[in-house]
């Protein structure tokens, strides 16, 4: 029984490139998380999609960061044109109704 | 604005003691009190959670006490051990659908054997 899939579970880019990062969410799992973490932090919400819709994206910063969880596939969280400030570990997590979330292992993204 | 305040934000036990981590939440419309437990290199693992209507949960060595009128709630941790030594996270969430867990900063907890 798969948990969370996230990959990859490293990711060093250089400024300026894009950085891609996916989740594959329990198996019947409809509801999709993205937070990240920043050191000494704690999680920060960025955005909630069930399957095709984004139901809360106020955590996202408008620019440069956008998420989709198509109807096949897993979710995708994309940053454009990283900075140094996008280094952080990038969570996915997943629930079947909207309670229990259970969390992948990370992606932890480095911006050099 | 931080919704979920936690504390301490370390805390050192010795071995067999009792780990005792707080939360205080400002929206009395959460009624979803979960505690995460990570390992360094890992992802949040929910280790228990609890509702308003109750008071207490227990759940082996750990324990969430809720206080509502007070907008409160702890984890303790009784017979703490080593392999108990990780970050936790409270966190809250309202009921209603469409809505996401809002985490308090963590505890990084280490028992000294």
């Known amino acids: 029984n798969a948990g969370v899939m996230q990959n990859p579970r490293h990711l060093v880019r250089r400024r300026g490139q894009e950085a891609r990062l996916r989740c594959s969410p329990v198996k019947g799992h409809s509801h999709v998380y993205w937070y990240r973490q920043l050191p000494e932090e704690g999680l920060k919400f960025m955005v909630y999609?069930?399957?095709?819709?984004?139901?809360?994206e106020s955590g996202m910063p408008k620019e440069r960061f956008s998420a989709e969880f198509p109807k096949e596939g897993p979710s995708i969280l994309r940053i454009q044109q990283v900075v140094r400030g996008d280094s952080a570990a990038y969570f996915c997590?997943?629930?079947?109704?909207?309670?229990?979330?259970?969390f992948g292992q990370g992606t932890r993204l480095t911006v050099v | 604005q931080q919704q979920v305040k936690q504390s301490p934000q370390s805390l050192i036990v010795q071995k067999g003691g009792i780990s005792i981590i707080n939360c205080a939440y400002e929206?009395?419309?959460?009624?979803?009190f979960p505690w995460y437990q990570q390992f360094p290199g890992k992802g949040p693992a929910l280790l228990i959670a609890i509702r308003p209507d109750v008071s207490e949960k227990k759940e082996g060595r750990f324990t969430i006490s809720f206080n509502k009128s007070a907008k409160q709630f702890s984890l303790h941790i009784m017979d703490s051990q080593p392999g108990d030594s990780a970050t936790y996270f409270c966190a809250a969430k309202r009921g209603q659908a469409g809505t996401a867990l809002i985490f308090g900063k963590g505890t990084t907890l280490s028992v000294s054997s």
């Open positions: 999609l069930q399957k095709e819709n984004i139901i809360d």
């Open positions: 997590a997943s629930s079947l109704y909207d309670t229990e979330a259970f």
């Open positions: 929206n009395t419309a959460f009624d979803y």
